[in-house]
Structures are given as structure tokens and as C-alpha cells.
């Protein structure tokens, strides 16, 4: 008898092992992400004749527009006025209602554009999505689908997630916010968009006639956009800590309601499901109080009311992934053109601050640049590739590379590569390397309506004879063109700036100076001796500087210039090296 239950028990055993071992699938590319990035990588991918998966946690395709409600387009045009980002994007910006636009048209896109590609298979609603690894080889990912547990094979993955979560958790290296220029790992400020009610047809058309002919030039209207208002960094006095009220993008929808991408919320870890907790119940809080303000405050606003707040917030910045090549601010400000060129940029570099008080930091802008197919294989592990916010850019580079026709381009390019890799039966890596398939990927992007040209264009402030300081404070945010790329280096300059400059330099770029300069505060103009004083304990930097014409070249008297401070701080650095 006992020999019957053993063998029962065995077989009981063995039946469900067999249960829950996972049920493998295979597929030529996976793309996991359900962002506009990973929309376009997967269409490319199945154009290109590649059996696709493309899957997600989340329960709609859209990502940042459909969930995080980001309904107003950053568009990146070149020198002549030509969309630089075409391709998928463009098939997708031609069937929606402009650079504003209905939340609900994308997601109608959308779908239509997945549907209609037989190679691609959507898996939405998806759990515990995690990269299966072997001797740093990705070898597809394991997911589990309506409560059954997957193993879904691919010879390629695309890591199209906004944070590349698949690429962090398969070990690819990264930096994270803007711990690469020294500063914090949180990054930018997040952004609860909410949606208005009560702004009737002739209030939008006072809103935007008020923001057309205000003294602002960086405000305005056209036709269901609306952006101004700057002064609600001052005017509007948050109730708690961390919180601000910026001004106002304003994006009508069709139904009549008015989509407001305004409220920061700052200092959240955005890979951390409690901290982002934190920053939607901060902004609910908030708009108890913005409400009443922007009735009293806006023409055209005494009837709004709340409607509702964005599923997801809008996280500007989190992974910076460590690639073959990371795209630099000098990259993008130089106008750089790369041989394996991907994609076209041209957005200024947008950067919201990290703390309340700070306005919107525009470091320059950018004429036109290129993106390399280097800057979207992540180093270590094989098999993957980037399509997102996170991949190869440096924290000040992704102030423009981040917008999402950029990324849009980008996935495109990645699910092109990943479908040319495998029919060569190589890596991306390997491709990468070889000129001769490089310039097929260009060839097959172009031909699917993809704008890649070569291009030389020199940006003037190069030719400036303080272009290498610019350059040392550019590297760190510590000074911003903003979009005339005007650096104002001829203007006289503060003690107080001086010391701020001089204070970061050493803490972000590590420099190893005994000062301690406190004259912050000072709005007196910066003299020879002032940079003397601050630099007595290291006489060894005052010896080299001497060398330089630039400061045998200094007037005791004159105060210096911005541009004097940038090229003397270069040779400082120089001196530490």
C-alpha cells in the first residue's frame, strides 16, 4: 500500500514541475516598452520581416502621451526649416491633430499602426518582466502573461522601457540623474500633468491673445497650443516643500478640456515606486491650492475646474546608460554629424532644475546633430540594444536627445539593426563596426522615409577665443546660452558668480584645490587680485597661470569678463591635470 502513495507522490511531483515550468516561445525580436520609442522599434523590426513581440506591463500602447498625458510635440527642425525626424514619427505626426493633440487620437494611432503588422505580436498587461542572461548574452526575457510563465527566446531585445529597466537588471552599467556632472542622482524635476474643464472656445482665444502681445518673448499661442506665464516661479508660493508652479504649457483637445504640463515636483527617485507615490499625492495636494490661483490670476481661467490628474507622471530623467559611445553637450552643441549616423536632433537643451526656485536652464541650442547607432548598444551585454530616454546620452546631452521624436527615430533605427544583424547573422556590435552594413542600415532607414543626411555645419561660438573655458563651464551646467547660444562672455563679471563657479568646479570636477572661497554673495565686479586671493593656497596654479598671455594681459583695474573667468578657470584645471 505504501508503495501505491510513494509512487502517486512521485507522479504528483513530476505533473507539477512540468506545470510550472515556464512555456518557451521564440520570436525573432522582443521589444519590451510600450512608449511611442518602442511603438516605432517594433514596426520597424516587423517591416523589416522579423517575427516581433512587443510587450508590456502596462495595460495600453503610449506610454508618456497616452498615461503620463504629454499631448504637446518638442519638434526638431534643421537649419531650413526640414523636419529632421521623419520616418515612423513623421507616419504617426501625420495622422494626429499637430503639435498638440488629442490623447485619445495617439492611442487610436497607435493601435492602427501595431494592428496592421502581421510579424508583431502585443502582449499588454504582462508581469514580472526580467532579462534571461547567459555568459552576458541576452537570451530573451521571461514574463509571465495572463498567470502562465513565459520564456520568450529572441535572437535580438530591445530595451524600449523609459528607464531601461531590462538593460539595468541584465547588468548593463549606467549612471544615474546627473551624477556625471557631480550633481543629483534624482535629476530634473517630475511633472504631474492634470486636465482642466470650463475653458470655453472665447476663453482660449483671450488666453492666447493675452500671451501674443504680452512683453514676454518666450510666451505665445498657436492654435491649440499655448506656453507663457513665466512669472508664476515667483508668484506662486507653494504649500509644501519641493513643489512648484512653473509656467504654463497649455494643450487644447478637441472635447474642449485643456491639458497643463506645469506642476514640478522635485527631489523624487524616479525608480522608486514609493517615491513617485509620494509625488502624485504632493501634486493632488497642490492643486487644492493652484486652482483657486490660476482662477484669480489667468485671463480666460475664472471657470476652470479640476478634472483629473495623469495616471503616470512625466519623469523627465533617470538611467543614463553606459554605451559604446555616450553622446556629449559638446556633441550636440558643436553640430556634430557621426559616421553611423541614426537620427537627427536639433531641440535645445532643455533642463528643468533639480530644486524649487530654479527657472528652466537652457544650456544651448543646437542647429542640427546626429546620433550614432553607437550610442544605443549598451556595453557588456550582447544581444540588446536601447530605444528610450535612458540610452548612450551624457545627463546635459539628454536635455535634447531625450524628446520623444528623437526617440521615436531612434527606435526605429534599433528595430532596422536589430532585423539587419540578424539576417547577417551577427551581433549590433558587430555591425557597428562594419562600415560596409552601417551605411545598408542608413540606406534601408532612408528608404523607409528616414531624413539621414551628411552635414557640416560649424557653430560660431567655436571660434570665440574663450571657446575652451566655455566649453569647461558648459560641461557642468554652470553657464547657458539659452536658444540665441548668446553666453553673454563679454560681459563684466561678479565676485559672487566667480565664487559659485570656482566652488562647483572643484566639487564636480574634482578638483584637488585647498580654497574655500567665500564671496558668494559679493556683486562687486571681479578683479586680477579677487582671483589672486582665491587662489593663495596654491601657488603652483598662480605660477602656471603666469605663463599665459591671457593673464600677463589682465588690467589691475579692469574688471574681467565672463569670457577672461571661463579661459583663466580652463587653465587652472589645466595646471591640476
Same mark, same amino acid.
Given at each position: 500500500?505504501?508503495?501505491?502513495?510513494?509512487?502517486?507522490?512521485?507522479?504528483?511531483?513530476?505533473?507539477?514541475?512540468?506545470?510550472?515550468?515556464?512555456?518557451?516561445?521564440?520570436?525573432?525580436? !522582443?521589444?519590451?516598452?510600450?512608449?511611442?520609442?518602442?511603438?516605432?522599434?517594433?514596426?520597424?523590426?516587423?517591416?523589416?520581416?522579423?517575427?516581433?513581440?512587443?510587450?508590456?506591463?502596462?495595460?495600453?500602447?503610449?506610454?508618456? #502621451?497616452?498615461?503620463?498625458?504629454?499631448?504637446?510635440?518638442?519638434?526638431?527642425?534643421?537649419?531650413?526649416?526640414?523636419?529632421?525626424?521623419?520616418?515612423?514619427?513623421?507616419?504617426?505626426?501625420?495622422?494626429?491633430?499637430?503639435?498638440?493633440?488629442?490623447?485619445?487620437?495617439?492611442?487610436?494611432? #497607435?493601435?492602427?499602426?501595431?494592428?496592421?503588422?502581421?510579424?508583431? +505580436?502585443?502582449?499588454?498587461?504582462?508581469?514580472?518582466?526580467?532579462?534571461?542572461?547567459?555568459?552576458?548574452?541576452?537570451?530573451?526575457?521571461?514574463?509571465?502573461?495572463?498567470?502562465?510563465?513565459?520564456?520568450?527566446?529572441?535572437?535580438?531585445?530591445?530595451?524600449?522601457?523609459?528607464?531601461?529597466?531590462?538593460?539595468?537588471?541584465?547588468?548593463?552599467? #549606467?549612471?544615474?540623474?546627473?551624477?556625471?556632472?557631480?550633481?543629483?542622482?534624482?535629476?530634473?524635476?517630475?511633472?504631474?500633468?492634470?486636465?482642466?474643464?470650463?475653458?470655453? !472656445?472665447?476663453?482660449?482665444?483671450?488666453?492666447?491673445?493675452?500671451?501674443?502681445?504680452?512683453?514676454?518673448?518666450?510666451?505665445?499661442?498657436?492654435?491649440?497650443?499655448?506656453?507663457?506665464?513665466?512669472?508664476?516661479?515667483?508668484?506662486?508660493?507653494? +504649500?509644501?516643500?519641493?513643489?512648484?508652479?512653473?509656467?504654463?504649457?497649455?494643450?487644447?483637445?478637441?472635447?474642449?478640456?485643456?491639458?497643463?504640463?506645469?506642476?514640478?515636483?522635485?527631489?523624487?527617485?524616479?525608480?522608486?515606486?514609493?517615491?513617485?507615490?509620494?509625488?502624485?499625492?504632493?501634486?493632488?495636494?497642490?492643486?487644492?491650492?493652484?486652482?483657486?490661483?490660476?482662477?484669480?490670476?489667468?485671463?480666460?481661467?475664472?471657470? %476652470?475646474?479640476?478634472?483629473?490628474?495623469?495616471?503616470?507622471?512625466?519623469?523627465?530623467?533617470?538611467?543614463?546608460?553606459?554605451?559604446?559611445?555616450?553622446?556629449?553637450?559638446?556633441?550636440?552643441?558643436?553640430?556634430?554629424?557621426?559616421?553611423?549616423?541614426?537620427?537627427?536632433?536639433?531641440?535645445?537643451?532643455?533642463?528643468?532644475?533639480?530644486?524649487?526656485?530654479?527657472?528652466? %536652464?537652457?544650456?544651448?541650442?543646437?542647429?542640427?546633430?546626429?546620433?550614432?547607432?553607437? +550610442?544605443?548598444?549598451?556595453?557588456?551585454?550582447?544581444?540588446?540594444?536601447?530605444?528610450?530616454?535612458?540610452?548612450?546620452?551624457?545627463?546635459?546631452?539628454?536635455?535634447?536627445?531625450?524628446?520623444?521624436?528623437?526617440?521615436?527615430?531612434?527606435?526605429?533605427?534599433?528595430?532596422?539593426?536589430?532585423?539587419?544583424?540578424?539576417?547577417?547573422?551577427?551581433?549590433?556590435?558587430?555591425?557597428?563596426?562594419?562600415?560596409?552594413?552601417?551605411?545598408?542600415?542608413?540606406?534601408?532607414?532612408?528608404?523607409?522615409?528616414?531624413?539621414?543626411?551628411?552635414?557640416?555645419?560649424?557653430?560660431? !561660438?567655436?571660434?570665440?577665443?574663450?571657446?575652451?573655458?566655455?566649453?569647461?563651464?558648459?560641461?557642468?551646467?554652470?553657464?547657458?546660452?539659452?536658444?540665441?547660444?548668446?553666453?553673454?562672455?563679454?560681459?563684466?563679471?561678479?565676485?559672487?558668480?566667480?565664487?559659485?563657479?570656482?566652488?562647483?568646479?572643484?566639487?564636480?570636477?574634482?578638483?584637488?584645490?585647498?580654497?574655500?572661497?567665500?564671496?558668494?554673495?559679493?556683486?562687486?565686479?571681479?578683479?586680477?587680485?579677487?582671483?589672486?586671493?582665491?587662489?593663495?593656497?596654491?601657488?603652483?596654479?598662480?605660477?602656471?597661470?603666469?605663463?599665459?598671455?591671457?593673464?600677463?594681459?589682465?588690467?589691475?583695474?579692469?574688471?574681467?569678463?565672463?569670457?577672461?573667468?571661463?579661459? !583663466?578657470?580652463?587653465?587652472?584645471?589645466?595646471?591640476?591635470?
Amino acid at each position: 500500500m505504501k508503495y501505491g502513495i510513494t509512487l502517486v507522490l512521485i507522479l504528483s511531483l513530476l505533473l507539477t514541475g512540468c506545470h510550472n515550468r515556464p512555456t518557451a516561445v521564440d520570436y525573432d525580436i !522582443i521589444v519590451v516598452g510600450s512608449d511611442p520609442e518602442a511603438i516605432a522599434a517594433a514596426l520597424a523590426a516587423a517591416r523589416s520581416g522579423a517575427k516581433t513581440l512587443l510587450i508590456d506591463s502596462r495595460e495600453k500602447l503610449g506610454g508618456l #502621451f497616452t498615461l503620463g498625458w504629454l499631448n504637446f510635440l518638442d519638434m526638431n527642425y534643421g537649419p531650413d526649416w526640414t523636419l529632421l525626424t521623419q520616418g515612423i514619427f513623421a507616419e504617426f505626426f501625420n495622422q494626429i491633430e499637430g503639435i498638440s493633440f488629442n490623447i485619445t487620437t495617439a492611442e487610436k494611432v #497607435f493601435n492602427k499602426m501595431v494592428a496592421a503588422e502581421e510579424n508583431i +505580436s502585443l502582449k499588454l498587461n504582462a508581469e514580472d518582466i526580467k532579462p534571461v542572461v547567459q555568459n552576458n548574452k541576452l537570451l530573451g526575457i521571461s514574463a509571465v502573461i495572463d498567470d502562465r510563465k513565459y520564456q520568450l527566446n529572441a535572437a535580438q531585445v530591445i530595451d524600449a522601457t523609459q528607464d531601461c529597466d531590462i538593460a539595468a537588471a541584465a547588468g548593463v552599467p #549606467f549612471t544615474q540623474g546627473q551624477e556625471d556632472i557631480g550633481g543629483p542622482t534624482y535629476g530634473m524635476a517630475v511633472t504631474q500633468v492634470f486636465k482642466l474643464g470650463g475653458i470655453k !472656445i472665447e476663453d482660449w482665444v483671450l488666453l492666447s491673445d493675452y500671451l501674443n502681445t504680452d512683453d514676454d518673448p518666450e510666451s505665445g499661442a498657436s492654435g491649440n497650443s499655448i506656453w507663457g506665464f513665466a512669472r508664476f516661479y515667483n508668484d506662486y508660493q507653494a +504649500s509644501q516643500d519641493n513643489v512648484q508652479l512653473r509656467g504654463l504649457n497649455l494643450a487644447r483637445q478637441t472635447d474642449g478640456c485643456v491639458m497643463v504640463n506645469a506642476l514640478q515636483i522635485f527631489q523624487i527617485d524616479p525608480l522608486s515606486e514609493q517615491s513617485k507615490q509620494l509625488a502624485r499625492q504632493k501634486a493632488l495636494t497642490e492643486l487644492e491650492h493652484i486652482i483657486p490661483f490660476l482662477k484669480k490670476e489667468v485671463p480666460g481661467m475664472d471657470n %476652470i475646474e479640476l478634472l483629473a490628474v495623469a495616471p503616470e507622471l512625466y519623469i523627465r530623467e533617470s538611467r543614463h546608460m553606459q554605451t559604446e559611445y555616450r553622446l556629449t553637450i559638446d556633441d550636440v552643441l558643436e553640430n556634430t554629424d557621426f559616421s553611423d549616423r541614426i537620427a537627427l536632433g536639433s531641440y535645445p537643451v532643455d533642463m528643468q532644475g533639480t530644486e524649487p526656485g530654479q527657472d528652466v %536652464i537652457i544650456i544651448g541650442n543646437p542647429a542640427q546633430y546626429a546620433i550614432p547607432l553607437r +550610442s544605443i548598444i549598451p556595453l557588456q551585454i550582447e544581444n540588446l540594444l536601447l530605444a528610450s530616454r535612458s540610452a548612450g546620452y551624457d545627463s546635459l546631452a539628454h536635455g535634447s536627445a531625450r524628446m520623444v521624436p528623437i526617440g521615436m527615430c531612434t527606435g526605429e533605427a534599433a528595430g532596422t539593426a536589430a532585423a539587419l544583424a540578424l539576417e547577417n547573422k551577427i551581433s549590433v556590435r558587430e555591425l557597428a563596426k562594419d562600415t560596409v552594413l552601417v551605411q545598408q542600415l542608413q540606406e534601408k532607414l532612408i528608404a523607409n522615409g528616414a531624413y539621414l543626411p551628411e552635414f557640416n555645419i560649424t557653430a560660431p !561660438i567655436t571660434e570665440n577665443p574663450y571657446y575652451n573655458g566655455l566649453k569647461l563651464l558648459r560641461k557642468y551646467g554652470l553657464i547657458q546660452g539659452r536658444y540665441q547660444n548668446n553666453y553673454r562672455l563679454d560681459d563684466q563679471v561678479t565676485i559672487g558668480e566667480y565664487s559659485r563657479v570656482l566652488n562647483n568646479l572643484i566639487a564636480k570636477d574634482q578638483w584637488d584645490l585647498p580654497v574655500d572661497y567665500h564671496k558668494s554673495e559679493s556683486t562687486e565686479y571681479l578683479l586680477k587680485q579677487d582671483i589672486e586671493e582665491s587662489l593663495e593656497h596654491a601657488p603652483q596654479i598662480l605660477s602656471l597661470l603666469n605663463q599665459h598671455k591671457i593673464w600677463s594681459s589682465l588690467s589691475a583695474t579692469k574688471p574681467l569678463t565672463r569670457g577672461e573667468m571661463a579661459q !583663466i578657470l580652463y587653465y587652472c584645471k589645466l595646471a591640476l591635470s
